[in-house]
């Protein structure tokens, strides 16, 4: 069954909420929709509290580390961490209490997809630790919609595409995957509901996605999308990051009637 996963995304040390696609290297045409008064400990600690685990900590590029090692901190083992993450320093930010790390672009150097460099990370941290984001946008292919890998903060789009065939590749080397809808990521528009249908049809592993989710009712169309196999995270239209669509209070409550259910799909987070 559908579950809501956390969030915590955070940007020059402080946790925001950012129009997906907008973020570039120098700054130029950033879209930020919330900068929260609060350090990124605080939503460690209140998802701890409330028993959400397997949220993701994202660091949006440099000047983040501080940040994300004191969200760890405030929950060890109960939070996923992407951002900047190579076979070099994975262990290092495990031992720092991540509990799954999360990789996007270190996968493909040059725009290209490195299977070389996924065996190096489950070389130095095992698989069941291993995230693979396939954060992408729709675009046409020889005539055909598809989704592509998008990497670089989405701004750079690569020709791998998230066919079944790659899905399963991939699934023999991680245990999760975390899919950002980049076209609608922060738009608080609506979820791209055939890329969540694809998921649920065409994964073999639990997926997370993010993008565009607008209220609580969000929710029971990922669990009917997807047959129950993808879970869901809301951003901007969330009441805890300034958001009036989407009471976090629903949220909590909604995964409590998920776990008390009786058919509930038990997930290792």
């Keep these: 069954m559908t579950l ?5 995304d955070l940007h020059e040390g402080q946790v925001k909420q950012i129009v997906g696609g907008t973020l570039h290297d120098d700054g130029a045409g950033l879209r930020t929709n919330f ?3 609060h350090p990124p400990e605080f939503f460690a600690a209140r998802y701890r509290a409330d028993g959400l685990s397997g949220g993701h ?7 983040n580390d501080a940040a994300a090692r004191a969200a760890l901190a405030a929950w060890p083992q109960g939070l996923h961490l992407g951002g900047g993450i190579t076979a070099e320093n994975a262990s290092e930010w495990l031992a720092a209490g991540a509990h799954k790390l999360i990789v996007t672009s270190w996968l493909f150097p040059d725009g290209k997809f490195a299977p ?10 095992g698989r069941e630790r291993l995230v693979i984001d396939l954060s992408c946008r729709r675009r046409q292919v020889a005539g055909t919609w598809t989704w592509l890998v998008a990497i670089d903060r989405w701004q750079r789009v690569t020709d791998f595409a998230l066919s079944s065939a790659n899905l399963a ?8 995957f975390l899919i950002h809808a980049a ?3 922060g738009l608080c528009r609506g979820i791209d509901a055939e890329l969540v249908a694809f998921l649920g ?3 073999p592993l639990p997926c997370v996605y993010a993008g565009g ?4 009712a969000d929710l029971r169309e990922v669990d009917r999308l997807s047959g129950g196999r993808v879970d869901l995270t809301f951003g901007s239209a969330l009441d805890l990051f300034g958001g009036s669509q989407v009471r976090y209070a629903d949220c909590v409550a909604w995964n409590r009637a998920q776990a008390a259910h009786p058919s509930a799909r038990r997930r290792q987070s």
């Design 213 to 216: 989710g607008k209220d609580l």
């Design 4 to 8: 809501f996963k956390p969030c915590i």
């Design 35 to 37: 900068v929260s008064p």
């Design 57 to 63: 900590v994202i660091k949006l590029g440099p000047g």
């Design 183 to 185: 076209d609608v990521e």
């Design 169 to 176: 590749l991939l699934a023999a080397s991680c245990s999760e």
């Design 116 to 125: 070389e460099r996924v065996a190096a990370l489950v070389a130095a941290i």
């Design 201 to 203: 049809a065409h994964s």
